[in-house]
């Protein structure tokens, strides 16, 4: 049985209620809650799939939690592993650097090995540029509760029934 992650800072208030937002998309399946803050390199390690909750702060970079888990991520072998970013950003406040750390930690991840699951369209947001663009796609899921909350419950809805496809291929 593959052990499937959703890992988040559980002192985001943002970032922590689309979490549970997925958790629930999820329903009966088994996917266990692991704190960002606290994330160990064996933990990290002992999950087959992986959804991580990743925000942009500071003008286009990782909140301080994940900047310090990079180097326990720049010497791991992820061959294997299914991972599913979502990202949270405001595309007014910040256009030119929307969901950069979701761009940030893709690239690491594949540069590791790991395959990236759930990629989606830039339709319907606005932004001039993104370190998360992949063609016409974000390399993840990109929430924005500043400008567009109203649209969170679809877009997650949809995206759970994506990466549940993608995990499973
Ligand atoms: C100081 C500051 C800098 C930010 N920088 C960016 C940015 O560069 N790009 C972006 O898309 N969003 C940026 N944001 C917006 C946050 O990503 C957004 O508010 C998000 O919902 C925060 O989620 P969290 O509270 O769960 O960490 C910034 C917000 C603040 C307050």
């Known amino acids: 049985m593959q052990k499937t992650a959703i890992i988040f800072s559980f002192n985001t208030k943002k970032t922590g209620k689309v979490a549970e937002r997925i958790l629930e998309a999820f329903q009966d399946e088994q996917v266990e809650k692991v704190n960002a803050e606290e994330l160990t390199q064996e933990v990290f390690m002992s999950f087959e799939r992986i959804i991580m909750g ?33 990202g949270l950003g405001d595309q007014k406040g910040y256009p030119e650097n929307f969901i950069d750390g979701v761009g940030i930690m893709a690239d690491l991840l594949e540069s590791r090995g790991a395959t990236l699951v759930g990629f989606t369209s830039t339709a319907g947001y606005e932004f001039e540029s993104s370190r998360a663009l992949r063609g016409d796609h974000f390399a993840g899921l990109a929430i924005d509760y500043e400008n567009q909350g109203s649209m969170n419950k679809e877009r997650v809805t949809a995206w759970v029934e994506q990466i549940k496809r993608e995990f499973s291929q």
């Open 54 to 86: 990743v925000a942009t702060w500071f003008d286009g970079e990782l909140p301080n939690y994940w900047d310090e888990f990079l180097p326990a991520l720049e010497e791991v072998d992820l061959k294997g592993k299914k991972i599913a970013l979502f």
